[in-house]
């Protein structure tokens, strides 16, 4: 019997599933909602992640019978009783024989090394961070977050904007930018539809590139933006690394998710500084993979199968293109919510 294992990776914009075989292959793969979530009603966002491996086994041609393992890295799994309850849905839904549950931070850890014990900042609509020591203890930023990610830096370019406009800030190309991006003629424009509650979440998040991308092209307003956000994810990595005692160490600080992907050197040449002062022997490095990829490599990890080489370029070779992951545009998929718990 031929072995397989599917991973998730579960955020705020998407969830991501792969089925793989025991060569490396991808051979399914498919694409839902949003499934992070606060509270208990977790059975409305196990659903979707229930649904997208679904249709990522049907493209592979396989039911969950075939699964031997699958890896859940899912956003919002942050307390024991989060764990303990997606994993009850997840076991119910059949989708795979085995199964663990991981907070998603997991998942860019282990696609950017492949060492015992490292450090993630994991920064995509929102963030976290996390660690595995090197006495194996794992700890995850999870609620004690508190700012970071494409949704802060867009509401901060949306500051510098209005603040252009009435006075207190200066000049900026963001200005120009993002009111063309939203599509309103004014800052004043857009200011009455944000209290209209007419631009939902993934419109206003998608213009975080453009940050990037003034900040590239010399807007002090942007980059200071950039700069701010580089010292922000430092210090969640920099409180690891003191907390469990790694500052004399040599370890990889794996920088995964789409802020990432944000154009010119400045955030990572922040965060990289910020980092070296604590700990000059870390090595700051992106993931070699999408964080659901990384899924995949946790759930061979699960199994005790040692990834070969010839298995990491076999995941490389077929696992989906860029435009697979994209969500710069706003898009159709978005958080749920419900009235008893939303979306982080």
Request: glycine share 12%.
């Amino acid at each position: 019997m031929s072995l397989y294992v599917v991973g998730v990776d579960g955020g705020t914009s998407k969830t991501i599933a792969f089925v793989a075989d025991g060569a490396g292959r991808i051979v399914g793969a498919a694409r839902g909602a949003g499934s992070n979530w606060m509270g208990p009603d977790v059975e409305i966002p196990m659903a979707v992640v229930a649904d997208t491996v679904r249709q990522a086994l049907q493209q592979a041609g396989l039911t969950g019978d075939d699964i031997a393992m699958g890896a859940f890295c899912l956003a919002g799994a942050d307390w024991p009783e989060d764990y303990e309850r997606r994993e009850a849905c997840l076991k119910a839904a059949g989708i795979a024989r085995r199964l663990v549950v991981r907070n998603d931070s997991f998942a860019g850890l282990r696609a950017g090394t492949s060492e015992r014990y490292g450090v993630v900042i994991a920064a995509g609509t929102g963030i976290n961070a996390a660690v595995i020591a090197p006495d194996g203890r794992e700890w995850a930023f999870g609620y004690y977050v508190d700012d970071g990610g494409a949704a802060d830096m867009s509401r901060q370019a949306i500051r510098a904007v209005l603040r252009q406009d009435d006075g207190r800030g200066p000049e900026t190309a963001l200005t120009p930018a993002v009111l063309g991006r939203l599509g309103y003629p004014t800052a004043e424009a857009l200011l009455r539809a944000l209290l209209a509650g007419e631009v939902d979440n993934p419109r206003l998040f998608s213009i975080c590139p453009l940050v990037f991308e003034a900040a590239e092209a010399g807007d002090a307003v942007a980059a200071d933006i950039v700069e701010r956000q580089g010292a922000a994810l430092a210090e969640y990595a920099t409180a690891l690394i003191r907390r469990f005692g790694m500052r004399d160490l040599e370890f990889d600080v794996v920088l995964a998710g789409s802020v990432f992907k944000g154009r010119g050197p400045l955030l990572i040449d922040t965060i990289t500084q910020q980092i070296h002062r604590v700990a000059p022997r870390a090595r700051i490095v992106r993931t070699r993979f999408e964080p659901a990829v990384g899924a995949v490599l946790l759930a061979y990890d699960a199994l005790g199968i040692t990834v070969t080489e010839a298995m990491y370029a076999a995941l490389a070779e077929t696992a989906p293109g860029a435009e697979f992951y994209d969500t710069r545009d706003g898009g159709e998929v978005r958080p749920l919510r419900s009235q008893r718990g939303k979306s982080r």
